[in-house]
């Protein structure tokens, strides 16, 4: 009786799902393309394009449908209705289609009466809504912030990661509040990934004028970053946003997009059509030695540590004391970088790095270009173009 006792009272504390998300989630997200014009013919033949084009094969793992994926109406019951006319063979079917590939599938939600686009919100069909969803086999719920007035945003995300717990299966729960109430300060008990900013759009710098709003662009994402990443980890990642790499920024943009994002150790959630991807947007997204960046076992969060007349240096400590540099210009024209290693001792409090080049030696691999370039005991010399990115990974000699 005792021992009953003791469960129940453990699984009323519980929250998320343990030992999920241990490296930055991986996927494909409809939104940054498709708003709500989904439907299931397209998403299997991305689902095939997600396979052939290697993304698989690179890591990439949750196929995620954002908004706009239900019927207007619940059924009278209560119960989420997957729209008929996009998913004529049923959502089951689909994400059945999704397993059978090897894949994890991702479903999108709000906390509020409805979501951002109009469609039923969870708001008091919590514990409803997450068996649904795990009745359907979901892997991964991005849960949103729209029509949520008068809600505490604790209490709302911690009512859902206890639902989820509640429905037995497990699923990575990715809360998409925007950073408006530090979720990172109070989220790491409740789910494996936060949003830190309002939305993306595919922009470098400044905002991204979308007609009746503005999103953020990437360095506009990228200049909050800094005061919140002693917050993730394994387990519990910042989120800055799903990527646009693919959907109209130029290809040097692009590169330094997904190479800030791995600096961040930020989850890697593509946004652009898998169908009408470039040869160029296609190396981007499946440079495995990048990836390996924001994969790597430490999940320490990089950092800005310089920045003068446009040009930026950021740092990621990596595993076996190995670390990443991005050199970033972020600046309209050609910058010469002329860096020399000696003279800089680098240095990281959270994840008490300190190294001094005049006491030891590192190699230089080039990640972009895949060349070694020799070792930290040069003086580098290089051009960056304009909003391109120099991205070295430096491992001890
Ligand atoms: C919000 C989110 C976006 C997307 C849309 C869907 O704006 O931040 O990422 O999910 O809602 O309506």
Known sequence: MAFACLISWQSLLAQKFEGLAQKPPMGFNTWNTFQTNINEQMLKNMVDTFISSGMRDAGYQYFVLDDGWMAMQRDSS?????????????????????????????????AGTLTCGGYPGTRGYEYQDARFYAAMGVDYLKYDWCNTDGLNAREAYTTMSKAIKAAGRPVVFS?????????????????HLWR????????????????TWSAMSVMGIADKQGEMRQYAGPGHWNDPDMLEVGNGMTFNEDKAHFSLWCMLAAPL?????????????KAILTNKDVIAIDQDALGIEGFKYYAFDGLEIW??????????VCFLNRSDRHQKLVYDWKAHQLKDTLSNMNIDFNKS??????????????????????DIKAHDVLLLRLDKQ
């Not at 830190?196 to 710098?205: K, L, R």
């Not at 959630?269 to 947007?281: E, F, I, R, V, Y």
Request: with cysteine; charged share 20%.
């Open 78 to 110: 209560g119960n989420l209705v997957p729209d008929p006319a996009k998913f004529p063979g049923g959502m089951k079917k689909f994400v059945d289609y999704v397993h059978a590939k090897g894949l994890k599938f991702g479903i999108y939600n709000c």
């Open 175 to 191: 809360l998409c509040e925007w950073g408006n109430h530090k979720p990172w300060e109070w989220a790491t008990g409740l789910g």
């Open 196 to 211: 830190t900013t309002g939305d993306i759009g595919a922009g470098f710098d400044g905002v991204v004028n979308k007609g």
């Open 269 to 281: 959630m593509a946004g652009n059509d898998l169908h009408k991807m470039s040869d160029q947007t």
């Open 315 to 324: 740092l990621k400590p990596l595993s076996n004391n190995s670390l990443a």
């Open 361 to 382: 030696t590192y190699r230089i691999f080039d990640l972009w270009s895949k060349k070694a370039a020799s070792n930290t005991d040069r003086v580098l010399k290089v």
